[in-house]
């Protein structure tokens, strides 16, 4: 069976699409009115077909075997090459927006963080063994109160909370060695025996 140019233009042209905006050489003998110029540009394009040296593409001079092995050949490395180069701009595609997705998230957890501890209160706790606990600061609110242990041994506790952004640091050692002084600018919020002979001093700084 003889093949045309024509007609395997035709065939290869329609399998490609017209997706490359790569000019194209005009042949001599193909006109832009001519019905299969758009195929001819396209296979033409890309290099699968240069024509002829006189600058014509002879649509009706049949194909020869070796003709048609080379166009095939090339065709297939065409072809090749526009499937990685489409699956690379895709994989390219999925790396970008699963930045942008992980980009996305880590912002929202970062804003849940900051909104999370902006509402959430400061916490301070009380201890006095066998002796009712201070009373909490001003501008705190009691939030609990209890004792644990036996009536010989009992260990009272109060939870205080203040919306304000403070600062609390516990300090707790053996009552033969009391702990130290609340630092500069820090104001005592509770000091005495706690258990196993120790002694604890709360101190507390909130901002202004």
């Known amino acids: 069976?003889?093949?045309?140019?024509?007609?395997?233009?035709?065939?290869?042209g329609i399998i490609i699409g017209f997706s490359t905006n790569a000019?194209?050489?005009?042949?001599?003998?193909?006109?832009?009115?001519?019905w299969f110029y758009d195929y001819v540009q396209k296979i033409q394009q890309w290099g699968i077909i240069?024509?002829?040296?006189?600058?014509?593409?002879?649509?009706?001079?049949?194909?020869?075997r070796a003709e048609l092995?080379?166009?095939?050949?090339?065709f297939d490395e065409r072809t090749d090459a526009k499937i990685n180069e489409s699956e690379a701009g895709m994989q390219l595609q999925i790396n970008e927006s699963l930045k942008a997705l992980e980009t996305a998230e880590i912002n929202e957890n970062e804003a849940e963080v900051v909104a999370s501890n902006k509402n959430l209160p400061t916490t301070m706790r009380l201890r006095k063994?066998?002796?009712?606990?201070?009373?909490?600061?001003?501008?705190?609110?009691?939030?609990?109160?209890?004792y644990r242990g036996s009536?010989?041994?009992?260990?009272?506790?109060?939870?205080?909370?203040?919306?304000?952004?403070?600062?609390?640091?516990?300090i707790v050692?053996?009552?033969?060695?009391?702990?130290?002084?609340?630092?500069?600018d820090w104001t005592q919020a509770s000091y005495g025996l706690v258990e196993n002979q120790d002694m604890e001093r709360v101190c507390y700084i909130c901002e202004s």
Do not use: Y
């Open 1 to 12: 069976m003889k093949i045309t140019n024509i007609a395997l233009g035709l065939a290869m």
């Open 50 to 64: 240069s024509g002829n040296d006189d600058g014509t593409f002879a649509p009706g001079r049949d194909v020869v």
């Open 129 to 146: 063994r066998n002796n009712p606990t201070e009373m909490c600061p001003s501008n705190w609110t009691e939030f609990d109160s209890g």
């Open 173 to 184: 050692k053996h009552s033969n060695n009391p702990p130290a002084a609340c630092p500069s």
């Open 151 to 170: 009536d010989s041994l009992r260990l009272n506790n109060r939870i205080c909370i203040t919306p304000q952004k403070c600062e609390v640091l516990t």
């Open 23 to 34: 000019v194209a050489q005009n042949f001599s003998d193909v006109n832009a009115s001519d």
């Open 69 to 74: 092995g080379k166009m095939f050949v090339l």
